[in-house]
T-cell receptor, first 115, second 114 residues
Framework: DQQVKQNSPSLSVQEGRISILNCDYTNSMFDYFLWYKKYPAEGPTFLIS?????DKNEDGRFTVFLNKSAKHLSLHIVPSQPGDSAVYFC??????????????FGTGTLLAVQP | EAQVTQNPRYLITVTGKKLTVTCSQNMNHEYMSWYRQDPGLGLRQIYY???????DKGDVPEGYKVSRKEKRNFPLILESPSPNQTSLYFC?????????????FGQGTRLTVV
């Protein structure tokens, strides 16, 4: 079963507009959420994160929102730029040891920002 | 420069021929792991290691082995590769993820088993 879901495989946005990427999770034990960005032929790179004690975290053009009651988070990119075109992975982790001590990734959303 | 280095970047092999993908990190991270990326399935964890000589299965461990004899190295071993192991593989390292630590990824190894 997929504990972290990204239901939109792809998203196309015009340059300068807002990009909104969504992610849903099922495990209420998750307490930390991250977004990774991946360009072709490269490994994923960390973009932004949020702890479950917060509902918003902002870093420049990137903002992540967390709605714990809905088990939903979203990544907003404003304004979108062509260089933002990449696959975005949502990931979650839970405090504790053993099998829970790992990142669980979503399936990714391919963002295409059109000039 | 902080990095995770994995080799080779590309590999084509035949069914049953043992292979090793190496992974090394220079950040003194305790936690290392291997993922595979497949279309529509995202990144799935194969094995992880919480420290030297401590390894455990991830979500898709069948057909893989790992070892952690030194903190910096975490090789992935395919004793008898099969075509269903054709995939894009990533090595990753971090401080323990449960503490919300950032995970660093290698550049990936594209493996094709024919």
């Amino acid at each position: 079963d997929q504990q972290v879901k990204q239901n939109s495989p792809s998203l196309s946005v015009q340059e300068g507009r807002i990009s909104i990427l969504n992610c849903d999770y099922t495990n209420s034990m998750f307490d930390y959420f991250l977004w990774y960005k991946k360009y072709p032929a490269e490994g994923p790179t960390f973009l932004i994160s949020i702890s479950s004690i917060k509902d918003k975290n902002e870093d420049g053009r990137f903002t992540v929102f967390l709605n714990k009651s809905a088990k939903h988070l979203s990544l907003h990119i404003v304004p979108s730029q062509p260089g933002d075109s990449a696959v975005y992975f949502c990931a979650a982790s839970a405090r504790g040891g053993g099998a829970t001590n790992k990142l669980i990734f979503g399936t990714g959303t391919l963002l295409a920002v059109q000039p | 420069e902080a990095q995770v280095t994995q080799n080779p970047r590309y590999l084509i092999t035949v069914t049953g021929k043992k292979l090793t993908v190496t992974c090394s990190q220079n950040m003194n991270h305790e936690y290392m792991s291997w993922y595979r990326q497949d279309p529509g399935l995202g990144l799935r964890q194969i094995y992880y290691s919480m420290n030297v000589e401590v390894t455990d299965k991830g979500d898709v461990p069948e057909g893989y082995k790992v070892s952690r004899k030194e903190k910096r190295n975490f090789p992935l071993i395919l004793e008898s590769p099969s075509p269903n192991q054709t995939s894009l593989y990533f090595c990753a390292s971090s401080f323990p993820p449960g503490q919300g630590a950032m995970t660093f990824f290698g550049q990936g190894t594209r493996l094709t088993v024919v």
